[in-house]
């Protein structure tokens, strides 16, 4: 009855979360903050908010810091093509009384061309996009917890500068086999303020809108057998026993044997079986069972006041014996335009070796270079 209340609270979390649907359904590429973190999660497609349970947690879902217990570090690495690299490195502090988590995201594009009015080449120029995180999250009961982060955003462009402070806060709900979590990145419209590129005398600013992001995953666990059981027969030798003995008057016992009235000698019990040649079958376990679990995770990111308005992202991840794993997902982020159905695909794999564990993602563009995302994270 408990597993039957945890999947219909499931399935009502799916219908909350597929709601913003209905109401909008229009989008653009994201910005360099809306790229993830972590090849884990980019292997899913983004579908991490209620799962994040990892050195990425600080970008996905604050709350779930409150729900770490190791010591871990993690850097990603990305060639996002046109000369540019996107990388994250992210640190997890497990405490007695809470998680700290730090996060560091950039993205910088080397030898942009810039041109003049007629067309012109007139040199190349840098472009730098970075933010620094840091969060804190704290568990109220054993199902509920809550996290907050702040971020410092920079962007340069050239001589164009530009800086805001951002505040994500983020809430965990998990039972069994159930998580749903919200992350409200944004969560003060912050704005991205500088000197202008044309007139580095006058103040721009812009604001950065609001995101709200919900994700649900549902865990399951599973054994595969592998093999099975056979049953092998052995035959025992039959050894060789003393010669039969006539009849002998006076004589009862032979050392090692009981001669009853004086015929055949009777061996030792330990020998009994193996005199009479007796075949005997014996089952041995030639199969073996391997713990799998599941991760089945839906995203769905909405912001009201941007023209990318809506994002969904199922992925899947299945974790073998606790140190290989295999995921994929999708990331649908441009619903207004026609896309192929490779368009945002994603795949990963990842292998543990005791602390260690290495990440990786491959994403299919439709419009840019399919890009390979890296990870390493070190797990105390």
């Not at 871990?72 to 046109?82: D, K, S």
């Not at 079986?273 to 073996?288: I, L, P, Q, R």
């Amino acid at each position: 009855m408990k597993t039957l209340k945890l999947y219909l609270v499931f399935l009502l979390s799916v219908a909350c979360l597929l709601a913003p649907v209905l109401a909008f359904a229009a989008g653009e590429p994201a910005a360099f903050l809306r790229n993830g973190a972590g090849a884990r999660a980019l292997g899913m497609g983004g579908a991490y908010t209620a799962l994040a349970d990892d050195a990425s947690s600080i970008y996905w879902n604050p709350a779930k810091l409150a729900w770490q217990e190791n010591f871990e570090v993690t850097a990603m690495y990305a060639n996002m093509g046109l000369d540019s690299m996107y990388d994250y490195a992210g640190l997890v502090l497990p405490l007695s009384f809470a998680s700290f988590g730090f996060g560091y995201l950039q993205q910088a594009t080397d030898k942009i061309e810039t041109t003049d009015s007629f067309g012109q080449a007139t040199g190349e120029v840098k472009a730098a996009n970075n933010a620094l995180f840091a969060g804190y999250g704290q568990t109220f009961g054993d199902i509920f917890s809550l996290g907050f982060s702040a971020k410092i955003i920079n962007q340069k462009f050239d001589t164009y500068t530009a800086k805001a402070l951002g505040l994500d806060l983020g809430l965990l709900w998990q039972a069994d086999v159930v998580r749903f979590g919200v992350n409200l990145q944004n969560l003060n419209s912050p704005k991205l303020t500088g000197n202008s590129y044309w007139d580095s005398t006058q103040e721009v600013s812009e604001a950065i809108p609001l995101t709200i992001r919900t994700g649900l995953v549902l865990h399951t666990k599973h054994i595969a057998k592998i093999g099975e059981a056979k049953k092998v027969r052995e035959k025992a030798k039959a050894r060789k026993t003393a010669p039969q003995m006539e009849q002998a008057t006076g004589m009862s016992t032979i050392e090692g044997f009981d001669m009853g009235q004086g015929w055949i000698p009777t061996p030792p019990p330990d020998q009994q079986e193996v005199a009479t040649g007796v075949s005997n079958e014996k089952e041995k376990a030639a199969s073996f069972s391997v713990p799998i679990e599941v991760n089945w995770a839906l995203d769905v990111g909405y912001t009201p006041d941007s023209t990318q308005s809506l994002e969904i992202a199922p992925g899947v991840e299945c974790w073998i014996n606790k140190q290989y794993a295999i995921r994929a997902g999708w990331n649908f982020n441009d619903l207004t335009q026609a896309h192929s159905f490779y368009h945002n695909l994603s795949f990963g794999a990842s292998v543990m070796w005791g602390f260690l564990e290495i990440d990786y993602a491959y994403v299919i563009h439709e419009d840019l270079e399919n890009t390979h995302r890296i990870s390493t994270s070190f797990i105390f």
